[in-house]
């Protein structure tokens, strides 16, 4: 089971970090990713982490959103900076076991989603 937290509303600029506890795993050999979907649009890959820190990141989120990981916590983060109205979406945690991936069918386990909301 994963658990999104952490979203909300900000203004234009401002900051909010993303929390996705997991529970029911027993190892931690699985990729983390986070996704959104936005009114309209189709699901987007936005950052991913392997077990052992190796990430990814689309280019739209480059240089402003950082994931990371607590194995011990088995809690994964998503810190979301100089967010955009652009930015306004669901946001989604999901795992898999396997290789680090940023096709969402490629993950089994998913969050239910947390609301992000930018206004400018």
């Known amino acids: 089971q994963l658990v999104e937290s952490g979203g909300g509303s900000v203004q234009f600029g401002g900051s909010l970090t993303l929390s996705c506890v997991l529970s029911?795993?027993?190892?931690?050999?699985?990729?983390i990713g986070w996704f959104r979907r936005a009114p309209g649009k189709e699901r987007e890959a936005l950052s991913a982490i392997t077990s052992g820190g190796h990430t990814l990141y689309a280019e739209s989120v480059k240089g402003r959103f950082t994931i990371s990981r607590d194995n011990y916590k088995k809690t994964m983060y998503l810190q979301m900076n100089s967010l955009k109205p652009d930015d306004t979406a669901v946001y989604y945690c999901?795992?898999?076991?396997?290789?680090?991936?940023?096709?969402?069918?490629?993950?089994?386990?998913w969050g239910q989603g947390t609301q992000v909301t930018v206004s400018s």
């Open positions: 029911g795993f027993t190892s931690d050999d699985y990729a």
């Open positions: 999901a795992a898999r076991f396997g290789p680090i991936s940023t096709k969402s069918e490629s993950y089994d386990y």
